[in-house]
């Protein structure tokens, strides 16, 4: 699996997906920073990545067209990067069977 990580959560999430096997690469690191969310919707789509984000608007995204890349939606609040790693560690395994199972928007609270 390939996941793009948004802007609004931080590169060390790149890096852990990395060290689990998977693509990663995140929107700072691809001049991808200041786009528009319809801009990095289609750079998920045209590189078939998953799209981790806290924005909604992926999600509502996703909503309007099934057929864009699929969106893991980060709801867990304003946490620091190493409450963030540590939930998503125990999240991660259900998220990728989510995935697998064809749900396009995966949830983390």
């Given at each position: 699996?390939?996941?793009l990580?948004?802007?609004?959560?931080?590169?060390?999430?790149?890096?852990?997906?990395?060290?689990?096997?998977?693509?990663?690469?995140?929107?700072?690191?691809?001049?991808?920073?200041?786009?528009?969310?319809?801009?990095?919707?289609?750079?998920?789509?045209?590189?078939?990545?998953?799209?981790?984000?806290?924005?909604?608007?992926?999600?509502?995204?996703h909503?309007?067209?099934?057929?864009?890349?699929?969106?893991?939606?980060?709801r867990?609040?304003?946490?620091?990067?190493?409450?963030?790693?540590?939930?998503?560690?125990?999240?991660?395994?259900?998220?990728?069977?989510?995935?697998?199972?064809?749900?396009?928007?995966?949830?983390?609270?």
């Amino acid at each position: 699996m390939r996941f793009l990580v948004d802007t609004n959560l931080p590169p060390a999430l790149t890096a852990w997906l990395t060290e689990q096997g998977y693509e990663a690469a995140h929107t700072v690191a691809l001049g991808l920073g200041s786009a528009q969310d319809v801009e990095i919707w289609r750079h998920a789509a045209n590189t078939n990545a998953i799209i981790i984000t806290k924005d909604e608007d992926f999600a509502l995204l996703h909503a309007a067209n099934a057929d864009g890349p699929k969106v893991v939606w980060i709801r867990i609040g304003n946490a620091v990067r190493r409450v963030l790693l540590r939930r998503l560690v125990t999240a991660w395994p259900s998220v990728i069977a989510k995935l697998e199972e064809g749900n396009g928007v995966v949830e983390v609270r």
